[in-house]
C-alpha cells in the first residue's frame, strides 16, 4: 500500500483513497528508526479491520505510519515518504462539498507535496535556497521563478534516492 499524508487537514490516501481522521490526540508511541527520539501520535484513522496511527519523530521531523489491529495489537511501521495538500479541484463548478468527495473516499485528483513536513535541513542538502524558496512558492500557489523549480524537479529524483521521500510539485 501507498500511503500519503495531508498534515494540515490529517488527511491520509491510502493507494487513491482519502481517509479522514477519527482521532487527533498526540501521545507517545515509541522512539525513532532513524535516531531513537521519541515520536508523537497525530492522528488517527480506520482502515478496514486495521487502525493507521501517523506520527513525526521529535527530533528528526521523519513521519512514519503505524498500523494496528483492532485489539491495539502491532501489525508494522512504515516510514511517510510521500505529502500531499487537499485541494478542491473543480468542485465548486460540479456544486460537491469537500465533505461529500471526503466522505465518499473517491480519488484525489491533484495534490501537491506539503513540504512544511520535509526538514528543511534535508532540502538544503539537495536544492539551493532559491530552488526551494521556488517549491514553496509554487505548492502554495503563490508567485514563482520557473526556472528555479525547472532546476529543482531535476533533482527530484536524487532527493528520493538520498532520503526516500518522494516530492510532487
Not at 491533484?110 to 526551494?132: A, C, G, M, Q
Amino acid at each position: 500500500m501507498l500511503f500519503k499524508y495531508d498534515s494540515s487537514n490529517n488527511f491520509l490516501q491510502v493507494d487513491n483513497t482519502i481517509v479522514p481522521s477519527y482521532d487527533l490526540t498526540k501521545n507517545p508511541i515509541g522512539t525513532c528508526s532513524f535516531c531513537d527520539a521519541q515520536i508523537i501520535s497525530q492522528s488517527h484513522h480506520y482502515l478496514g479491520n486495521d487502525i493507521a496511527v501517523v506520527a513525526c519523530c521529535e527530533k528528526c521531523g521523519a513521519s512514519f505510519i503505524n498500523l494496528y489491529d483492532r485489539e491495539w495489537n502491532w501489525l508494522s511501521e512504515q516510514p511517510i515518504s510521500h505529502f500531499f495538500s487537499y485541494t478542491e479541484s473543480n468542485m465548486h463548478e460540479k456544486g460537491e462539498s469537500n465533505k461529500a468527495r471526503i466522505s465518499d473516499r473517491s480519488v484525489l485528483e491533484v495534490y501537491y507535496t506539503d513540504l512544511s513536513k520535509v526538514p528543511l535541513n534535508k532540502l538544503n542538502t539537495i536544492f539551493s535556497p532559491s530552488e526551494i524558496e521556488a517549491m514553496f512558492s509554487k505548492s502554495l500557489g503563490e508567485k514563482y521563478v520557473r526556472q528555479y523549480l525547472y532546476r529543482a524537479r531535476k533533482k527530484y529524483k536524487k532527493f528520493q534516492d538520498v532520503f526516500g521521500i518522494t516530492l510532487d510539485i
